[in-house]
T-cell receptor, first 111, second 116 residues
């Protein structure tokens, strides 16, 4: 059974710092991995989706990597800003409709 | 931009009531999903639909049913609401897989449902 773990559960950094969020999964037979952002009381916003054949995806200050063999993905955020404060979730896709979500990392960027 | 709209942000109902949660997407997506999100349990899939009138059970379908009569609309039904169904309900949609490329899921803002 696939399990998705995100460490740390919470992170506080000063503005301007580069940071890395981690996601690990137990079954490497995945179709894709997606990173989401969730603001308090809101739905999820898709940030990046990495296909199983890809190693990384970039969007602006965000870069996500995928290493299927080790069961790991990282989300790198460059030059963090207070507006980046949110919960970040990773989700592993197994094809069809099966998506397993991690519990998330709550990020707080201090001005 | 993809827009997934859930009919209510907050809803309060009583135990035993039949409750309808509505979700509409405007991007002609084939796939639609209903999740619930609970502290400590994360997001769990209730039901999935890949086409009109088609549905598949997710991880926790008990006590719920769904309806997809039109492509853009996916309804979640609590047949007889109970207090353990108090939760945040999230609807999502996505395009069907194209070639070898999976498509991202797009979420609505959620409905916070309280059953008293």
């Amino acid at each position: 059974k696939q399990e998705v773990t995100q460490i740390p559960a919470a992170l506080s950094v000063p503005e301007g710092e580069n940071l890395v969020l981690n996601c690990s999964f137990t079954d490497s037979a995945i179709y894709n991995l997606q990173w989401f952002r969730q603001d308090p009381g809101k739905g999820l916003t898709s940030l990046l989706l990495i296909q199983s054949s890809q190693r990384e995806q970039t969007s602006g200050r965000l870069n996500a990597s995928l290493d299927k063999s080790s069961g790991r993905s990282t989300l790198y955020i460059a030059a963090s800003q207070p507006g980046d404060s949110a919960t970040y979730l990773c989700a592993v896709g197994h094809g069809g409709f099966k998506t397993i979500f991690g519990a998330g990392t709550r990020l707080f960027v201090k001005a | 931009d993809v827009k997934v709209t859930q009919s209510s942000r907050y809803l309060v109902k009583r135990t035993g009531e039949k409750v309808f949660l509505e979700c509409v997407q405007d991007m002609d997506h084939e796939n639609m999903f209903w999740y619930r999100q609970d502290p400590g349990l994360g997001l769990r899939l209730i039901y999935f639909s890949y086409d009109v009138k088609m549905k598949e059970k997710g991880d926790i379908p008990e006590g719920y049913s769904v309806s997809r009569e039109k492509k853009e609309r996916f309804s979640l039904i609590l047949e007889s609401a109970s207090t353990n169904q108090t939760s945040m309900y999230l609807c999502a949609s996505s395009l069907r897989r194209r070639s070898t490329r999976d498509q991202p899921q797009h979420f609505g803002d959620g409905t916070r449902l309280s059953i008293l």
